[in-house]
């Protein structure tokens, strides 16, 4: 025993073995539809939130490979670099969107599955497939998203914690009926029960099938400008006052929530130039503030 101790030691000092297989067992995969609680990284908060109709412009980068990160996906299925998947900030999970590269003009349809990316100023973290597919290095790349609001809302509605099943999980209730005046005691008349309830033996998901590895090709858009959004405002005098203080523009935009008028510092022809003018506007507090590609 005293000679399996020293051994023991001596691996863990000279080769540093792994011992994480003794913190437990590896947690199981179970898809499910999350939206999730608001979370921070780099002076910027991020508020998940449903949204089927989501159109957005910003820089793409890849997934790094943390060191003892978890294995599993925010939706809860194994984290892998070969699958057509990305992470995104505030999108519900899964959402099936496409992704174009706006410096080469190619469109791939990607399943997000997993929030980040942490770094400020990076509206999306793809993997290594995806990478390859669109033709992203190392670099941030200017991307254009768009949800597919069909199949989005069909997987919120079908998966483990959608809205679907939430309501079809509602206990049955009995409708109860009594009468004024009346010293009767109240008595039921009927059932109701939005839906069938779920069935508790049904095995959980654990994945959905891969989206193919494939591209279309469109036409580039290497002359686009970068800008630092920092707030939106439905009236444009408060717009316009908020961006007299920043010494920015008014910009109208049309979101899923109508017409907006967006306070932006910019243009920027590189993103070194977006980069630092973010970290200046976050530090200044306007923590919404993030970076658009037109």
Known sequence: MKKQLILSGACLLLFGCDTSHQSGPAPQPSLHYVVGSAWHAENRWFYPRETFSYAETGLAVVQPKVKGATPLTADG?????????????????????????LENGRQAVVRLNDRGPDQAGRLLAVTPRVASVLGIGHEPVRVRIVENETVSRELAGQLPGGPALQIAAMPVKEVLQNTLDSSEAPHAVGAVSHAAAVNPESRPLTSLPDLPAVWQEGAPVPASDLWVETANFTSRY???????GQGALVVPTITPQGQMWSVRLGPFSTIHEADAALRGSLAAGQTGSHIVVE
């Not at 717009?239 to 007299?244: E, G, I, M």
């Open 77 to 101: 299925e194994v984290r892998s670099d070969l699958t057509m998947t990305a992470a995104h900030q505030t999108l519900q999970l899964p959402a099936i969107v496409t992704v174009t590269n």
């Open 238 to 244: 408060t717009a316009q006052r908020a961006a007299a």
